[in-house]
């Protein structure tokens, strides 16, 4: 049963421009949400996350929306450029046990 | 600072073959620790974790086992290999309250 979905396996952006990746969730005790950015033959790296008291975590070109109600977070990357592109993973914990992760989304930014 | 460290990074084995990747940490004490494998266009699947010394999860019946013999080592092993053992294996530690920090992985092809 996969509690954290990643819907876009794939996603392509200009440049300069806006991404914007989606991820949604199934189990209503999760607690903490992150995203993690992963290059081919590289283990993830961490990039940004957010608690569920907030609905908002802001950190340079990123930032990460929560919202609860809908048990829905995104991840806006502005302005986009050529080193973003990677596979981006979305995970979620319960009161820091095991982290669940969707499937990832693809992210190539084009010139 | 902590780091992790996994491999071999690359393996190519035959189907039947035996199998044992290591992962070991350094910096920190009594981590949780994790496999995860990401298979060709999928994300990642949680396949281990140990909160302790010889306390080993498994997240999903598979032909593959691991073992946590000292508290920052960790491996991951198969008697015989199938041909569907082939994927990206990644190591992950994770302490107290934090985000979970992987190792560089390791590519198994199963030929």
């Known amino acids: 049963d996969q509690q954290v979905k990643q819907n876009s396996p794939s996603l392509s952006v200009q440049e300069g421009r806006i991404s914007i990746l989606n991820c949604d969730y199934t189990?209503?005790?999760?607690?903490?949400f992150l995203w993690y950015k992963k290059y081919p033959a590289e283990g993830p790296t961490f990039l940004i996350s957010?608690?569920?008291?907030?609905d908002k975590n802001e950190d340079g070109r990123f930032t990460v929306f929560l919202n609860k109600s809908a048990k829905h977070l995104s991840l806006h990357i502005v302005p986009s450029q050529p080193g973003d592109s990677a596979v981006y993973f979305c995970?979620?914990?319960?009161?820091?046990?095991?982290?669940?992760f969707g499937a990832g989304t693809q992210v190539v930014v084009t010139p | 600072s902590q780091t992790i460290h996994q491999w071999p990074a690359t393996l190519v084995q035959p189907v039947g073959s035996p199998l044992s990747l290591e992962c070991t940490v350094e910096?920190?004490?009594?981590?949780?620790l994790y496999w995860y494998r990401q298979a060709a266009g999928r994300g990642l699947q949680l396949l281990f974790y140990s909160v302790g010394i010889g306390q080993i999860s498994s997240e999903v019946p598979q032909n593959l086992s691991a073992s946590r013999p000292q508290d920052r080592q960790f491996i991951l092993s198969s008697k015989k290999l199938l041909l569907s053992d082939s994927g990206f294996y990644l190591c992950a530690w994770q302490g107290q309250n934090t985000e979970a920090f992987f190792g560089q992985g390791t590519r198994l092809t199963v030929v």
């Open positions: 910096g920190t004490s009594n981590p949780n």
């Open positions: 957010i608690s569920s008291i907030k």
């Open positions: 189990n209503s005790m999760f607690d903490y």
């Open positions: 995970a979620a914990t319960d009161s820091w046990g095991k982290f669940q």
